[in-house]
Protein backbone atom coordinates (compact mmCIF):
# COMPACT_ATOMS: atom_id res chain seq x y z
CA UNK A 1 0.00 0.00 0.00
CA UNK A 2 1.20 3.36 -0.77
CA UNK A 3 1.58 5.90 0.68
CA UNK A 4 3.19 4.00 3.59
CA UNK A 5 5.25 5.21 6.75
CA UNK A 6 8.02 3.45 7.12
CA UNK A 7 9.31 4.43 10.32
CA UNK A 8 5.72 3.58 12.29
CA UNK A 9 5.54 0.71 10.03
CA UNK A 10 1.74 1.11 9.03
CA UNK A 11 -0.22 3.11 6.06
CA UNK A 12 -0.31 6.58 6.15
CA UNK A 13 -3.45 8.74 5.01
CA UNK A 14 -3.16 10.13 1.32
CA UNK A 15 -2.83 14.13 1.21
CA UNK A 16 -5.04 13.69 -2.17
CA UNK A 17 -7.51 10.79 -1.49
CA UNK A 18 -5.53 8.52 -3.69
CA UNK A 19 -3.75 5.11 -2.80
CA UNK A 20 -1.79 2.51 -4.47
CA UNK A 21 -1.81 -1.07 -3.66
CA UNK A 22 0.37 -4.18 -5.16
CA UNK A 23 -1.59 -7.11 -5.52
CA UNK A 24 -1.24 -10.65 -6.93
CA UNK A 25 -3.76 -11.68 -9.58
CA UNK A 26 -3.47 -13.87 -12.20
CA UNK A 27 -0.18 -15.11 -11.36
CA UNK A 28 1.65 -11.65 -12.19
CA UNK A 29 1.29 -8.64 -9.67
CA UNK A 30 -0.87 -5.94 -10.41
CA UNK A 31 -0.76 -1.88 -9.47
CA UNK A 32 -4.32 -1.14 -8.55
CA UNK A 33 -5.26 2.48 -8.23
CA UNK A 34 -8.31 3.82 -6.05
CA UNK A 35 -9.57 6.82 -4.33
CA UNK A 36 -10.70 6.90 -0.57
CA UNK A 37 -14.65 7.24 -1.66
CA UNK A 38 -16.26 4.32 -0.19
CA UNK A 39 -19.85 2.94 -1.04
CA UNK A 40 -22.72 4.25 1.26
CA UNK A 41 -26.20 2.95 1.75
CA UNK A 42 -29.40 5.23 2.92
CA UNK A 43 -29.60 3.24 6.30
CA UNK A 44 -26.84 3.32 8.94
CA UNK A 45 -25.37 0.46 7.49
CA UNK A 46 -22.10 0.00 6.43
CA UNK A 47 -21.49 -1.39 3.14
CA UNK A 48 -17.56 -1.95 3.46
CA UNK A 49 -15.22 -3.63 5.88
CA UNK A 50 -14.49 -2.16 9.49
CA UNK A 51 -12.36 -2.90 12.28
CA UNK A 52 -15.14 -3.65 15.32
CA UNK A 53 -12.73 -2.40 17.82
CA UNK A 54 -11.47 0.54 15.60
CA UNK A 55 -14.15 1.93 13.53
CA UNK A 56 -12.01 4.91 12.34
CA UNK A 57 -9.83 2.42 10.30
CA UNK A 58 -9.45 3.49 7.04
CA UNK A 59 -7.21 1.19 5.25
CA UNK A 60 -9.11 -2.17 5.42
CA UNK A 61 -11.68 -0.72 3.44
CA UNK A 62 -9.12 0.62 1.24
CA UNK A 63 -7.45 -3.41 0.63
CA UNK A 64 -11.15 -4.31 -0.06
CA UNK A 65 -11.90 -1.49 -2.57
CA UNK A 66 -8.25 -2.18 -4.30
CA UNK A 67 -9.39 -6.00 -4.42
CA UNK A 68 -12.75 -5.66 -5.94
CA UNK A 69 -11.37 -3.53 -8.66
CA UNK A 70 -9.41 -6.14 -9.53
CA UNK A 71 -11.99 -8.81 -9.35
CA UNK A 72 -14.62 -6.32 -11.56
CA UNK A 73 -16.40 -4.11 -9.10
CA UNK A 74 -18.56 -4.17 -5.96
CA UNK A 75 -21.38 -6.59 -7.87
CA UNK A 76 -19.61 -9.85 -8.38
CA UNK A 77 -20.51 -13.51 -7.44
CA UNK A 78 -18.10 -14.22 -4.41
CA UNK A 79 -15.05 -15.92 -4.22
CA UNK A 80 -13.51 -17.98 -1.76
CA UNK A 81 -10.76 -17.51 1.09
CA UNK A 82 -7.99 -19.44 -0.67
CA UNK A 83 -8.43 -17.04 -3.99
CA UNK A 84 -9.17 -14.27 -1.52
CA UNK A 85 -5.46 -14.74 0.24
CA UNK A 86 -3.49 -15.72 -2.83
CA UNK A 87 -4.62 -12.30 -4.60
CA UNK A 88 -3.96 -10.14 -1.55
CA UNK A 89 -0.83 -11.65 -0.41
CA UNK A 90 0.60 -13.91 -3.17
CA UNK A 91 0.80 -17.38 -0.88
CA UNK A 92 -0.80 -20.32 -2.51
CA UNK A 93 -2.86 -21.92 0.53
CA UNK A 94 -3.06 -25.32 0.62
CA UNK A 95 -6.70 -26.47 1.02
CA UNK A 96 -7.63 -29.59 3.25
CA UNK A 97 -11.71 -30.62 2.47
CA UNK A 98 -13.03 -31.82 5.79
CA UNK A 99 -15.40 -33.79 5.47
CA UNK A 100 -13.31 -36.11 2.79
CA UNK A 101 -10.55 -36.06 5.45
CA UNK A 102 -12.95 -37.26 8.12
CA UNK A 103 -14.39 -40.32 5.93
CA UNK A 104 -10.80 -41.19 5.18
CA UNK A 105 -9.71 -41.43 8.99
CA UNK A 106 -13.50 -43.23 9.37
CA UNK A 107 -11.76 -46.24 7.20
CA UNK A 108 -9.00 -46.20 8.87
CA UNK A 109 -10.18 -47.41 12.27
Same mark, same amino acid.
Given at each position: ?6 ? #?? %? $? =?? =?? &? ?5 ? /? &?? &?? @?? %???? +? !? !????? =?? *? *??? /? ?11 ? $? ?11 ? *?? !????? &??? @???? +?????? $?? #???? #? ?6 ? !? %? #?
Amino acid at each position: MFPYDTE #QE %R $P =SL =SP &NGKYTFK /L &NF &NG @TH %RRVE +I !D !DFLPV =SK *S *SRV /LHVIDRHNPSLLW $PALIEKAYLKVRG *SY !DFPGS &NSG @TDLW +ILSGWI $PE #QIFL #QRYALTMS !D %R #Q
